[in-house]
């Protein structure tokens, strides 16, 4: 499969809750890379699981280190205070798409998404699933290993980013309107292809051959355009040929991405 961004509209809304510019970027020579727990090149960098009086989100910052790069989350509590504990989270660095998600047992958040352009990430995402909790997403631009820590009073999560590894397989495909993280055939199944991101769309049109479906993913809203994530399904009939997936808000097309499936390679 190979992908290609489609033309966007001209006409986009800005979000007030949008870092396009990096946020300033310290050099700590006094901070080390280490930890009590190994680096890790696929699957789970770290977890925390107590109790959190973390209500929000409030910023993302980053520090070159030499030897790796980290990246600090912060919380506040529903108070506006900084937290003492950080939230729930589970991180994964997902190496086949490119990407280190953090998944947190959180609902809000100043942060929608910061560009970055550091040496190990591009620019961060900070989504919302249907359930209404959000999970950030660390779009990496060179291979790494990882390791994620937490510190209390104040309570935050430091993600570490060493150099090393398989190279990355593949990155997410961004606009301006949607993040394509990652879209693949499901085994055993010809033409059904799995589609997974977020958008700033209230609604997702998937255009295909033998199929033409539109995902509502919520309610419009006014002023600020949140990320939220999805997961779909279609079948192709003929197996191959272009996938278009077009954010929609109020019904108009904001951009979006076209996929050419090439067709399914004999076996012998």
């Known amino acids: 499969m190979v992908g290609q961004a489609m033309p966007r509209n001209p006409a986009q809304p800005v979000s007030p809750t949008t870092t396009d510019a990096a946020?300033?970027?310290?050099?700590?020579?006094?901070?080390?890379?280490?930890?009590a727990d190994p680096l890790v090149e696929e699957g789970?960098?770290?977890?925390?699981t107590e109790p959190s009086d973390a209500g929000l989100l409030s910023s993302i910052t980053w520090e070159d280190r030499g030897e790796c790069e980290a990246f600090i989350l912060r919380f506040e509590t529903t108070n506006g205070a900084p937290a003492t504990t950080p939230p729930g989270f589970a991180a994964l660095l997902r190496r086949g798409v490119g990407v280190l998600r953090i998944e947190l047992d959180l609902t809000e958040t100043l942060i929608a998404q910061q560009l970055v352009e550091s040496r190990f990430v591009s620019a961060i995402y900070v989504p919302v699933h249907d359930n209404g909790t959000r999970f950030a997403d660390l779009v990496l631009s060179n291979d790494a290993l990882a390791?994620?820590?937490?510190s209390r009073s104040p309570g935050t999560i430091e993600v570490q980013l060493h150099p090393g590894g398989e190279p990355i397989a593949s990155t997410?495909?961004?606009t301006d309107n949607i993040v394509l993280v990652s879209f693949s055939a499901r085994d055993g199944t010809p033409g059904t292809v799995v589609l997974a991101g977020y958008t700033t769309g209230s609604a997702l049109r998937v255009v295909a051959p033998g199929t033409d479906s539109t995902l509502v993913l919520r309610e419009e809203v006014e002023g600020a355009q949140p990320w939220t994530g999805f997961e779909t399904e279609i079948q192709m009939e003929p197996?191959?040929?272009?996938?278009?997936?077009?954010?929609?808000r109020d019904g108009v097309a904001v951009g979006g991405i076209a996929i050419e499936v090439e067709p399914p390679v004999a076996s012998d």
């Open 44 to 48: 789970l960098a770290g977890a925390f």
């Open 23 to 35: 946020a300033p970027t310290t050099t700590m020579h006094g901070e080390g890379c280490g930890g």
């Open 239 to 248: 197996d191959e040929g272009v996938i278009e997936v077009v954010p929609q």
């Open 147 to 150: 390791r994620v820590t937490t």
């Open 172 to 174: 997410p495909m961004m």
